[in-house]
C-alpha cells in the first residue's frame, strides 16, 4: 500500500509541477496580450475584450500556481481541502482544454472557410485590404485628373536593390521623383483617407514590417507604409497567404497542447481521487495501529 500511494504522490507532484507551469504559461500569455499592438487586433470585439483578456489570464496563472503549491503540501499532509481544490483546478482545466480541442476538430470547417483566399476580400481584413487597393492607385503614380495632377510621388534612391524585372516594372510607375516621399503616409492627398482609416493604415504598416510584404490580398514590389528604399518586397502577392500561415501554426500548436494538457489533467483527477482513497485506509490503518500498540 505504501509503494502505491507513493508512486500516486510523486505522480502528483509531477501534475502539480505541471499545473504550475500552466499558470506561468498564463503570466506569459496574459503580458503579451497586454503589449499586442491593438492595431494587429482587427476584429472590433476582439479589441474591445483585449483589457479583459489580459486580466482573467493573470487571475487564472496565479490560481493555478498558488493551488498547485498548497496541493503538493495537501498531498503529504492528506490535507483534504486543498487535495479537493487540486481536483476541482483540473476538473476546469480538463473541460476547458478539452473544449479546446473539440472547437479546433469540429470547427475546423469553419476556420479554413474563415482564412480561405475567397475570404480576403469580404472578412474582416476588408477594410485594410480596400485602403490598400485605393493606396495602388496614387502611390509612386502621378496622373491627370481634369487637368489637375494627383498622385503620390515617392522617392527612390537606389533602383538597383530590385531585380531586372522588377526594375523594369518600375518603369512603369511614373511616379517616381526625387522630390517624392518614402512612404504613402506623407503623401498629402492620401492623408484625408488615412485619416478616416487610422486603424486599418497601422494594421498595414504593421504586417509590412513584421511579414515582409505590402498588401493584404494583393500586394507589390514597394512598400507603401514603411520606408521605399527598405528594397522590394520578399513577394508581389499580398500578406494574407503569409498571416494564414501565422494563424494556422499557432493553430496546431494550440491543438497538440490542448491534446496533452487535457490528458495530464484527467490523469490528475483520476491520481488525486486515486489518491484521496489510499491516503484516507492508510491513515485509518495507521490510527488503529497505534491505538492497539498503546
Not at 38 to 48: A, E, F, M, P, T
Not at 233 to 250: E, L, N, S, V
Amino acid at each position: 500500500m505504501s509503494a502505491c500511494l507513493n508512486f500516486v504522490r510523486f505522480y502528483l507532484v509531477l501534475g502539480a509541477i505541471f499545473n504550475i507551469l500552466i499558470g506561468v504559461a498564463c503570466f506569459v500569455i496574459a503580458t503579451y496580450v497586454k503589449n499586442l499592438n491593438n492595431d494587429l487586433l482587427v476584429i472590433d470585439r476582439i479589441k474591445s475584450s483585449q483589457k479583459s483578456i489580459y486580466i482573467i489570464m493573470y487571475i487564472v496563472g496565479g490560481l493555478s500556481v498558488i493551488s498547485s503549491i498548497t496541493a503538493i503540501y495537501g498531498f503529504f499532509k492528506h490535507n483534504k481541502f486543498l487535495q479537493a481544490k487540486f481536483i476541482f483546478l483540473n476538473v476546469i482545466y480538463f473541460l476547458f482544454f478539452g473544449a479546446a480541442f473539440a472547437f479546433y476538430v469540429y470547427g475546423k470547417t469553419y476556420i479554413d472557410d474563415q482564412l480561405s483566399l475567397n475570404n480576403c476580400t469580404i472578412g474582416p481584413l476588408k477594410s485594410a485590404n480596400d485602403l490598400f487597393t485605393n493606396a495602388q492607385k496614387l502611390w509612386c503614380q502621378t496622373l491627370i485628373v481634369s487637368g489637375q495632377t494627383v498622385g503620390c510621388p515617392c522617392n527612390i534612391t537606389d533602383k538597383t536593390q530590385w531585380s531586372a524585372t522588377d526594375q523594369a516594372k518600375l518603369l512603369t510607375y511614373n511616379g517616381i521623383s526625387s522630390t517624392g516621399t518614402i512612404n504613402i503616409e506623407q503623401c498629402q492627398q492620401f492623408q484625408s483617407e488615412i485619416s478616416n482609416y487610422t486603424s486599418e493604415a497601422n494594421f498595414l504598416k504593421l504586417i509590412e514590417t513584421t511579414f515582409d510584404c505590402t498588401g493584404v490580398c494583393t500586394g507589390d514590389i514597394i512598400y507603401y507604409f514603411s520606408d521605399i528604399n527598405r528594397g522590394p518586397t520578399g513577394t508581389a502577392q499580398g500578406c494574407y497567404p503569409q498571416i494564414r500561415i501565422k494563424i494556422y501554426d499557432w493553430l496546431k500548436l494550440i491543438y497538440i497542447y490542448t491534446i496533452i494538457a487535457a490528458g495530464i489533467t484527467l490523469a490528475n483527477v483520476i491520481f488525486a481521487f486515486i489518491h484521496c482513497c489510499i491516503g484516507n485506509k492508510q491513515q485509518s490503518k495507521d490510527d488503529y495501529s497505534k491505538v492497539h500498540t498503546s
